[in-house]
């Protein structure tokens, strides 16, 4: 009896740890949370820009929802989305946001979903998937949307405000996009 359940144990954790690794392969960015200090970051970013009174709010790649749960917890009027690929990070973001009527997380390629109706969009990739998201952004994003990306910002475009700690963890980029001017300057 215990060796069964040793091995469906094992199996589940060789299971979960593989899925993981192909959607990180597939994606290009690990499933890492966000530190509650870059967290509160992106809050306050996206706090000073005076967002409308229920704004859409896309978590573009939610991870494990740490960043989606907080959106939703700090913007209660806010309708806000996380959109996740990988299935297990996907999976628990859900089952976090089940006690939060104004998050929904959604299976996706963010790539295809619809953003049209964004206010604001929050981002914590890696370097390189930004150059897509920036493609994809453009085509989609009304101008002007905010837009936060955390640690890994968009190259060429300027940042209008910036969060750079104390302490050691990334600095929060806010773009209006599609973010062709600036008021601070890039590191
Ligand atoms: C560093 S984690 C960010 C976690 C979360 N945003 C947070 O702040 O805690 C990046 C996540 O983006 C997801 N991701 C990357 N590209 C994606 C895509 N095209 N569509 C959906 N999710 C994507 C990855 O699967 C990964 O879980």
Redesign the pocket.
């Given at each position: 009896m215990v060796t069964i359940l040793g091995m469906v144990a094992v199996t589940i954790v060789v299971l979960a740890s593989g899925s993981i690794l192909l959607?990180?392969v597939?994606?290009?960015?690990?499933?890492?949370?966000?530190k509650s200090s870059?967290?509160a970051d992106?809050v306050d970013i996206l706090r000073s820009t005076h967002l409308p009174q229920n704004p859409q709010i896309f978590?573009?790649?939610?991870?494990?929802?740490?960043?989606?749960v907080a959106l939703a917890r700090a913007f209660p009027t806010a309708r806000v989305t996380?959109?996740?690929?990988?299935i297990l990070?996907w999976f628990v973001a859900r089952l976090r946001a089940c006690r939060l009527p104004n998050l929904t997380v959604l299976r996706?390629?963010?790539?295809t979903?619809e953003l049209e109706q964004a206010d604001a969009v929050?981002?914590?990739?890696?370097m390189a998937?930004m150059v897509?998201?920036a493609n994809t952004l453009d085509k989609k994003l009304r101008p002007g949307t905010r837009v936060a990306a955390?640690t890994f910002w968009f190259r060429g475009r300027k940042p209008t405000d910036v969060r750079r700690g104390p302490g050691v963890r990334g600095e929060v980029a806010l773009y209006r996009w599609p973010g062709r001017t600036s008021s601070v300057t890039e590191p």
């Open positions: 959607f990180m597939i994606t290009g960015a690990p499933p890492v949370p966000s870059e967290i992106v978590e573009l790649g939610c991870g494990f929802g740490g960043l989606a996380g959109i996740e690929l990988s990070p996706q390629d963010f790539h979903s929050t981002c914590y990739l890696m998937p897509a998201l955390l």
